[in-house]
């Protein structure tokens, strides 16, 4: 669909997937790139007051980084589920960045702008929701692995049934305590 | 924990979950049997999940994604542009940032205003951008700001204009109000530019204080023609219009749509209807009224009650506040600040002709006859006396004083008496100007020692320092809470006592029965501050407080860090210079925060300072009422955030 995209991307996730760290070197500016593309998006929409399609985001996010056809994968919900995990570590260590550039650091995000005045909805913050998710890995893996595949993969439940290889309602279940205790666990932490 | 003490929460949690909410206490009462701490756990969870079920519905890309967008960093100094060289930030507005820069071509100062690249990206906002360039640089006056050009180098648009050693009516306003001479003499100025805008089929459709600066000299300069369209050919008053600006301009003169700040919209603009250059003249006078009593004539509390107001309600005469304001002042201002376009100076060069006239009329009758009113004039507010600083300062002191001893016969020789003993009143008249003339030294002296304490103490105040009344400061929280990311249930007063959530939003509404000046702060960890109040784009930028007059600060929103919010309300009779220092510099990258180390000292000693004082907190009916003696009211909220 994007095809001016690094054409090598498909190549360097199946490297990187093999333990490949030097892919992981090559792929992570080509998500900052998609990462800052999508924030443009996101101030242009929120400036107007669109709530912007997530999904359609999230899609368009990967389609535009991997050739599907250039590769045989294993299957679909393989190629999800190393897509998720990826997302996983390359935002996480942005938002590692972000934070470690801001000094200081506000502990009140103060409403500022017309982008604020839209913006109500609660942002978890990243590094600590990956701590919480490891914590979560150790108690349960399964949770742990359909938190990665729905919030850092953007899958919905039932690509996560598909990839867990379980029944969409265990998802269900699994993804709503899984919330409820990271949501506990953000907000006992610090 | 355990694996498998969660594997036997999410069983409990799983199960009460699926039966009808009433009976959940019930069913957890049987499974848990006496143990409490399961129970406990199992509680805690279903209060997660009924209060932020779904907070991860947004994937995390675009949480980062946000992340980046929040956090745009402003160019550093040094930074390259095309040919332009990047000196320092000036500020950052709607429209982008303006950075002070050298043209490394021709060697002169510039500003650049350049355009985040979201905007620059969004085609609709690029072509609004490239239209006020293209407007406001087919103009070529003294009084509107030259554009220089308009550029892009990459992904990075901006607009290259004459740079203005100044400050903005806005800026000038912190202090006072502006004496009337020179009130008139700045719109006189903007009048000129409009005029010739208008000549040339402009309308600026956005004068505000924050539009119009005025240079160390003097000049008067409009700035942002930003909203600017070529008049319709439809518009009153105004010549035909060429047919391919017409057709250039189609995209923005669509009525309906209303642009532009609302306190200082005509009443045509606030209606959304079709706009003539009449409009400039009713926001100008909007302005010149502002700049004669330092209070807007149409601010209401919310956005919908200025406008009603702009639409309904006549402005409070100007010799309620102002001081012999001449009648044709009031004429003048009237008559651009009609509701009815019809009704008001047809075009600016009727507004500027009578401006002039008054001019000159002022300053025939300012000749040496009126010279006692300097004297008079100009302390009420705390701002300095412009007869102190002019050379011929004492002379009209004396004159004054002189004046003054002869409306007061009796208490002068009176006075006269006891200060030079019975002698002096023998002395006859040399005797009695040489005491007028000691007289005026001792005041001239007293004056000078009152407004250097006043400098000391650190605030002006408008009473006497030494008599310490009481204030009083009532303040209340309105919260709204959240869930999933939508407001959940109606927002309510605080009790003060409740645990906020990340997400969750609040506002303070603040009320004084005395007129005063009031500023909020946030405390960072390591002791720095925030300033939250006042920001730029509320009331006018103005700390200003009315007696009784309700104010509402912006929603405040708590994100994912957890702990003490520490907030402190400042209120106090004059305006705060150590927080008047650092109100400029809020804007949308600095969110507030003081980073100066010498401003963040200054405020950290007048919080040392003014914390001592003693305050009375009577809590009733959720409001806190805060009293004190003295010029000062500094009070602490502490919220506590989970």
Partial sequence: MAPSIAPNITQLLVAWNQGDQDALARLTPLVHKELHRLAHRYMAGERRGHVLQTTALINEAFVRLIDWRQVEWQSRAHFFGVAATLMRHILVQFAREQQAAKRGGGAIQVSLSEVAHHNTRYSPNLVALDEALAELERLDQRQARIVELRFFGGLSLEEAAEVVKVSVSTVRRDWRMAQAWLRQQLSATR | ?642
């Fill in chain 2, 1 to 642: 924990m355990t694996p498998e003490h969660y594997e036997r929460i999410g069983r409990l949690f799983d199960a009460a979950l699926e039966r009808p909410t009433e009976e959940r206490s019930a069913y957890l009462d049987h499974a848990c049997g006496d143990d409490a701490d399961l129970r406990s756990d199992v509680e805690k969870l279903l209060a997660r999940h009924s209060t932020s079920g779904d907070f991860l519905s947004r994937p995390a890309i675009e949480v980062a994604a946000e992340l980046l967008a929040k956090d745009h960093i402003p160019f550093a100094p040094g930074k390259k542009i095309s040919h332009y060289q990047i000196l320092s930030l000036l500020g950052a507005g709607g429209m982008g940032e303006v950075y002070l820069a050298e043209d490394t071509r021709l060697k002169r100062k510039v500003a650049l205003k350049v355009l985040p690249e979201a905007i620059a990206r969004d085609p609709d906002r690029l072509l609004r951008f490239e239209k006020e360039a293209l407007a406001a640089s087919a103009l070529n006056h003294p009084n509107i700001l030259t554009i220089y050009e308009f550029g892009a180098e990459g992904e990075t648009h901006f607009l290259a204009t004459e740079f203005i050693d100044g400050e903005t009516v806005r800026s000038r306003l912190v202090s006072g109000p502006f004496p009337v001479k020179e009130a008139i003499a700045i719109s006189a100025q903007a009048a000129q530019a409009l005029s010739a805008a208008h000549q040339a089929g402009i309308m600026h459709r956005d004068i505000k204080p924050e539009n119009v600066m005025i240079r160390n000299d003097g000049i008067v300069k409009v700035l942002d023609f930003g909203l600017a369209k070529l008049v319709e050919s439809s518009g009153a008053g105004l010549g035909p219009v060429e047919a391919e600006g017409e057709t250039r301009m189609q995209g923005l003169t669509q009525a309906g749509t209303i642009v532009g700040t609302v306190a200082y919209m005509s009443p045509e603009q606030a209606r959304g209807k079709t706009l003539d250059s009449r409009t400039d003249i009713f926001s100008l006078g909007v302005v010149l009224y502002e700049m004669l009593t330092h209070r807007h004539p149409f601010i209401g509390e919310t956005m919908s009650h200025t406008m009603v107001a702009i639409l309904e309600k006549e402005p409070a005469p100007l010799a309620q506040t102002v001081r012999e304001v001449p009648v044709e002042l009031e004429r003048i201002v009237d008559k651009a600040l009609a509701k009815k376009a019809d009704d008001r100076y047809q075009n600016a060069a009727a507004l500027l002709a009578d401006l002039k006239q008054l001019e000159r009329r002022l300053e025939f009758d300012a000749e040496p006859a009126r010279a006692p009113r300097v004297f008079t004039r100009g302390d009420a507010y705390g701002s300095s006396n412009p007869a102190l600083h002019a050379g011929e300062a004492p002379t009209q002191i004396v004159k004054a004083l002189e004046t003054k001893a002869e409306r007061e016969p009796a208490r002068t020789s009176e006075r006269a008496t006891t200060l030079g003993s019975t002698r002096s009143a023998r002395l006859g008249l040399l005797g009695r100007i040489l005491v007028l003339i000691i007289l005026g030294v001792l005041i001239i002296l007293g004056i000078g020692a009152w407004q250097w304490l006043r400098s000391k103490s650190g605030i002006s105040t408008l009473g006497s320092p030494a008599v310490l009344t009481e204030r009083n400061l009532t303040y209340s929280l309105t919260v709204q809470r959240y869930r999933d990311g939508r407001p959940y249930q109606q927002e309510f007063q605080s009790s003060g006592s409740e645990i906020f959530e990340g997400g969750w939003k609040f506002k303070l509404n603040l009320v004084s029965q005395q007129e005063g000046f009031l500023y909020l702060l946030n405390q960072e960890p390591g002791d720095r501050y925030r300033l939250l109040f006042p920001v730029p784009w509320r009331d006018n930028g103005s700390a200003h407080l009315g007696a009784n007059e309700r104010r509402e600060t912006d929603w405040y929103f708590f994100d994912d860090q957890t702990g003490k919010e520490r907030f402190r309300v400042v209120w106090a009779a004059g305006p705060v210079p150590q927080l008047e220092a650092v109100r400029g510099l809020v804007n949308k990258t600095t969110k507030g925060l003081i980073s100066d180390p010498a401003h963040i000292q200054a405020v950290r000693e007048f919080l040392q300072e003014n914390e001592a004082s003693q305050i009375v907190i009577d809590k009733e009916t959720n409001k806190t009422n805060v009293t004190a003696r003295g010029p000062v009211l500094v009070t602490l909220i502490e919220l506590e955030h989970q």
